[in-house]
Protein backbone atom coordinates (compact mmCIF):
# COMPACT_ATOMS: atom_id res chain seq x y z
CA UNK A 1 0.00 0.00 0.00
CA UNK A 2 2.71 2.26 0.75
CA UNK A 3 4.67 1.87 -2.00
CA UNK A 4 1.15 2.41 -4.39
CA UNK A 5 1.24 5.85 -2.27
CA UNK A 6 4.83 6.50 -3.39
CA UNK A 7 4.51 5.90 -7.33
CA UNK A 8 0.95 8.05 -7.36
CA UNK A 9 3.47 10.50 -5.15
CA UNK A 10 6.08 10.49 -7.56
CA UNK A 11 3.72 10.12 -10.59
CA UNK A 12 1.99 13.14 -9.51
CA UNK A 13 4.89 15.19 -9.03
CA UNK A 14 5.97 14.47 -12.44
CA UNK A 15 3.25 15.38 -14.02
CA UNK A 16 3.25 18.88 -12.43
CA UNK A 17 6.86 19.27 -13.44
CA UNK A 18 6.32 18.78 -16.47
CA UNK A 19 3.43 20.97 -16.50
CA UNK A 20 5.93 23.32 -15.29
CA UNK A 21 8.35 22.71 -17.77
CA UNK A 22 5.96 22.62 -20.51
CA UNK A 23 4.37 26.11 -19.28
CA UNK A 24 8.12 27.47 -19.12
CA UNK A 25 8.77 26.45 -23.06
CA UNK A 26 5.23 29.06 -23.16
CA UNK A 27 6.65 31.63 -21.42
CA UNK A 28 9.57 31.43 -23.55
CA UNK A 29 8.12 33.49 -26.17
CA UNK A 30 5.16 35.26 -24.36
CA UNK A 31 2.92 33.48 -27.02
CA UNK A 32 3.10 29.98 -28.33
CA UNK A 33 2.08 29.76 -31.99
CA UNK A 34 0.30 26.74 -30.98
CA UNK A 35 -2.50 28.18 -28.91
CA UNK A 36 -5.41 27.51 -30.74
CA UNK A 37 -8.43 25.63 -29.13
CA UNK A 38 -7.81 22.51 -31.33
CA UNK A 39 -4.05 22.81 -30.47
CA UNK A 40 -4.68 22.83 -26.86
CA UNK A 41 -6.80 20.20 -26.99
CA UNK A 42 -4.58 18.01 -28.83
CA UNK A 43 -1.89 18.93 -26.47
CA UNK A 44 -3.98 18.13 -23.53
CA UNK A 45 -5.38 14.61 -24.76
CA UNK A 46 -1.81 13.18 -25.84
CA UNK A 47 -0.63 14.68 -22.57
CA UNK A 48 -3.01 12.77 -20.70
CA UNK A 49 -2.69 9.79 -22.84
CA UNK A 50 1.12 9.57 -22.32
CA UNK A 51 1.20 10.09 -18.46
CA UNK A 52 -1.36 6.63 -18.85
CA UNK A 53 1.54 5.08 -20.60
CA UNK A 54 4.62 6.08 -18.59
CA UNK A 55 2.48 5.78 -15.00
CA UNK A 56 1.96 1.76 -15.59
CA UNK A 57 4.88 -0.15 -13.71
CA UNK A 58 5.76 -1.91 -16.72
CA UNK A 59 6.02 0.20 -19.43
CA UNK A 60 8.76 -0.18 -21.71
CA UNK A 61 10.79 2.18 -24.04
CA UNK A 62 8.95 0.65 -27.25
CA UNK A 63 5.53 1.43 -25.74
CA UNK A 64 6.70 5.35 -25.42
CA UNK A 65 8.43 5.01 -29.30
CA UNK A 66 5.25 3.81 -30.29
CA UNK A 67 2.88 5.83 -28.93
CA UNK A 68 5.36 8.35 -30.28
CA UNK A 69 5.45 7.62 -33.91
CA UNK A 70 1.82 6.97 -33.98
CA UNK A 71 0.29 9.89 -32.36
CA UNK A 72 2.93 12.57 -30.78
CA UNK A 73 4.80 12.96 -34.02
CA UNK A 74 1.07 13.61 -35.96
CA UNK A 75 0.99 16.23 -33.61
CA UNK A 76 2.00 20.36 -34.63
CA UNK A 77 2.05 20.73 -30.70
CA UNK A 78 6.13 20.99 -29.96
CA UNK A 79 5.83 20.95 -26.11
CA UNK A 80 3.81 17.61 -26.82
CA UNK A 81 7.31 16.26 -28.13
CA UNK A 82 9.41 17.75 -25.71
CA UNK A 83 7.68 15.98 -23.18
CA UNK A 84 7.47 12.80 -25.17
CA UNK A 85 11.31 13.51 -25.90
CA UNK A 86 11.70 14.17 -22.28
CA UNK A 87 9.60 10.84 -21.11
CA UNK A 88 11.56 8.22 -23.72
CA UNK A 89 14.98 9.70 -22.62
CA UNK A 90 13.67 8.94 -18.91
CA UNK A 91 13.40 5.46 -19.91
CA UNK A 92 16.79 4.71 -21.54
CA UNK A 93 16.23 6.03 -24.99
CA UNK A 94 19.89 7.38 -25.16
CA UNK A 95 20.81 3.27 -23.70
CA UNK A 96 18.96 1.09 -25.25
CA UNK A 97 17.73 2.49 -28.73
CA UNK A 98 19.63 1.36 -31.74
CA UNK A 99 21.82 3.97 -33.97
CA UNK A 100 18.57 4.51 -36.30
CA UNK A 101 16.41 5.18 -33.52
CA UNK A 102 18.48 7.39 -31.89
CA UNK A 103 19.25 9.23 -35.46
CA UNK A 104 15.29 9.60 -36.02
CA UNK A 105 14.88 11.32 -32.42
CA UNK A 106 18.27 13.82 -33.02
CA UNK A 107 16.69 14.93 -36.41
CA UNK A 108 13.18 15.18 -33.99
CA UNK A 109 14.54 17.86 -31.83
CA UNK A 110 17.10 19.56 -34.38
CA UNK A 111 13.38 20.05 -36.35
CA UNK A 112 11.47 21.90 -33.22
CA UNK A 113 11.80 25.69 -32.77
CA UNK A 114 14.00 25.56 -29.62
CA UNK A 115 14.77 22.37 -27.04
CA UNK A 116 15.23 24.70 -24.14
CA UNK A 117 13.35 22.34 -22.04
CA UNK A 118 15.61 19.26 -22.84
CA UNK A 119 19.25 20.91 -23.17
CA UNK A 120 20.92 18.26 -20.77
CA UNK A 121 18.83 15.13 -22.69
CA UNK A 122 20.10 16.08 -26.00
CA UNK A 123 23.62 16.02 -25.16
CA UNK A 124 23.24 12.72 -23.13
CA UNK A 125 21.24 11.24 -26.67
CA UNK A 126 23.94 12.70 -28.70
CA UNK A 127 27.23 11.67 -26.64
CA UNK A 128 25.60 8.14 -26.82
CA UNK A 129 25.98 8.33 -30.58
CA UNK A 130 29.53 8.79 -30.98
CA UNK A 131 30.25 5.47 -32.14
CA UNK A 132 27.47 5.96 -35.10
CA UNK A 133 28.75 8.69 -36.62
CA UNK A 134 31.95 10.83 -37.33
CA UNK A 135 33.42 12.88 -35.29
CA UNK A 136 32.74 15.73 -37.76
CA UNK A 137 28.73 14.53 -38.16
CA UNK A 138 28.42 15.05 -34.37
CA UNK A 139 30.23 18.56 -34.32
CA UNK A 140 27.80 19.36 -36.72
CA UNK A 141 24.79 18.31 -34.83
CA UNK A 142 25.44 19.89 -31.72
CA UNK A 143 26.45 22.85 -33.47
CA UNK A 144 22.98 23.69 -35.15
CA UNK A 145 21.62 22.49 -32.05
CA UNK A 146 23.85 25.11 -29.63
CA UNK A 147 23.22 27.93 -32.51
CA UNK A 148 19.51 27.46 -32.53
CA UNK A 149 18.60 27.53 -28.93
CA UNK A 150 21.36 30.15 -27.60
CA UNK A 151 19.66 32.48 -29.81
CA UNK A 152 16.62 31.29 -28.84
CA UNK A 153 17.45 32.12 -25.24
CA UNK A 154 19.28 35.49 -25.45
CA UNK A 155 16.99 37.02 -28.42
CA UNK A 156 13.41 35.77 -26.44
CA UNK A 157 11.85 38.38 -24.08
CA UNK A 158 11.65 36.45 -20.82
CA UNK A 159 9.73 37.02 -17.50
CA UNK A 160 12.01 35.16 -15.21
CA UNK A 161 15.84 36.48 -15.69
CA UNK A 162 17.51 34.35 -13.46
CA UNK A 163 15.62 31.34 -15.67
CA UNK A 164 17.27 32.94 -18.76
CA UNK A 165 20.48 32.74 -17.02
CA UNK A 166 20.27 29.35 -16.22
CA UNK A 167 19.35 27.90 -19.93
CA UNK A 168 22.16 29.63 -21.22
CA UNK A 169 24.85 28.83 -18.48
CA UNK A 170 23.74 25.54 -18.97
CA UNK A 171 23.72 25.65 -22.51
CA UNK A 172 27.08 27.18 -22.65
CA UNK A 173 28.49 24.42 -20.22
CA UNK A 174 27.26 21.58 -22.24
CA UNK A 175 28.25 23.00 -25.67
CA UNK A 176 32.35 23.70 -24.11
CA UNK A 177 32.22 20.41 -22.68
CA UNK A 178 31.45 18.41 -26.14
CA UNK A 179 33.78 20.70 -27.52
CA UNK A 180 36.69 20.21 -25.20
CA UNK A 181 35.26 16.06 -25.27
CA UNK A 182 36.37 16.19 -29.19
CA UNK A 183 39.30 18.57 -28.53
CA UNK A 184 37.55 21.62 -30.60
CA UNK A 185 37.98 25.21 -29.69
Partial sequence: MKIKFLVILLMSTLFFACTENSNEINDLTGNNKNSGNKENTDFEDLKSQLFLITNK???SLNEIEEFYKDKILAS?????????FYMMMKHGLAESSDS??????????LGLDQNVANITNFYTLLRSCEDCFSEEKLMEIEKAFYEKNYNRIVNQKWKNKELQNEKKISLMRKHKFFQRYYNYN
Avoid: A, M, P, R
Fill in 100 to 109: KNKFFYINEQ
Fill in 57 to 59: SDV
Fill in 76 to 84: NEQNIKHLG
